[in-house]
């Protein structure tokens, strides 16, 4: 079953305003991350948090992370049409060696 | 830059064929991932490596093998090719750490017909 269930499914926005994504997960874990995904491409690291941590900033990015709830959000502050892609959350998890999962992602759409 | 390369960008194979595809990495990590991506249910774990010929099944291996002979390289391996994997199949690797991001391939878009 997955791990990470990301919500919205789609999302569609005007230039400049905010995009928020949030993920669900299951499993404690040791961190989690976001990957962005450009049409059917390899995808690419956006950031990540560790499970002691409650939110990191990088750029006009912004995450949370809420152990307790076991959810995380991603904030994009004034969205691009550039930013157009599918975002993808991510966890990790130590078992043997580290266990990478997936959740379902969510397709940003930024209008001009 | 670390490099992730997939074999084959597009593949098309006959049911009941063996298949291989293979993934090589150029940054020496330890951990190699094999996914496939279906529309609308994201990126799925079939395999993953953290060594060397040590592999552990993630949430839909069944018709999968895998093989890590190698360090740099680790080889997806369908058994007897069927209709329901045909998808977007994708590697990734990883150093392992709190710290650290994985690296993804482009892609392998396998159609079994």
């Known amino acids: 079953s997955q791990q990470g269930e990301e919500d919205p499914q789609a999302l569609s926005i005007q230039e400049g305003e905010n995009a928020t994504m949030n993920c669900s997960y299951k499993t404690s874990i040791n961190n989690l991350q976001w990957y962005r995904q450009n049409s059917g491409r390899g995808l690419v690291h956006l950031i990540l948090i560790r499970s002691n941590e409650r939110e990191k900033h990088s750029g006009r990015l912004r995450v949370t992370l809420d152990t307790s709830k076991k959810s995380s959000s991603l904030l994009i502050t004034a969205s691009r049409a550039a930013d157009t892609a599918s975002y993808f959350c991510a966890t990790l998890l130590k078992s043997s060696g580290d266990k990478l999962t997936f959740g379902t992602g969510t397709r940003l759409a930024v209008r001009p | 830059d670390v490099k992730v390369t997939q074999s084959s960008r597009y593949l098309v194979k006959r049911t009941g064929e063996k298949v291989f595809l293979e993934c090589v990495q150029d940054?020496?990590?330890?951990?190699m991932f094999w996914y496939r991506q279906d529309p609308g249910l994201g990126l799925r774990l079939i395999y993953f490596?953290?060594?060397?010929?040590?592999?552990e099944k993630g949430d839909i291996p069944e018709g999968y093998s895998v093989s890590r002979e190698k360090k740099e390289r680790f080889s997806l391996i369908l058994e007897s090719a069927s209709t329901n994997q045909t998808s977007m199949y994708l590697c990734a690797s990883y150093s392992g750490g709190q710290r650290t991001e994985a690296f993804f391939g482009q892609g392998t878009r396998l159609t079994v017909v």
């Open positions: 490596s953290y060594d060397v010929k040590m592999k």
């Open positions: 940054m020496d990590h330890e951990n």
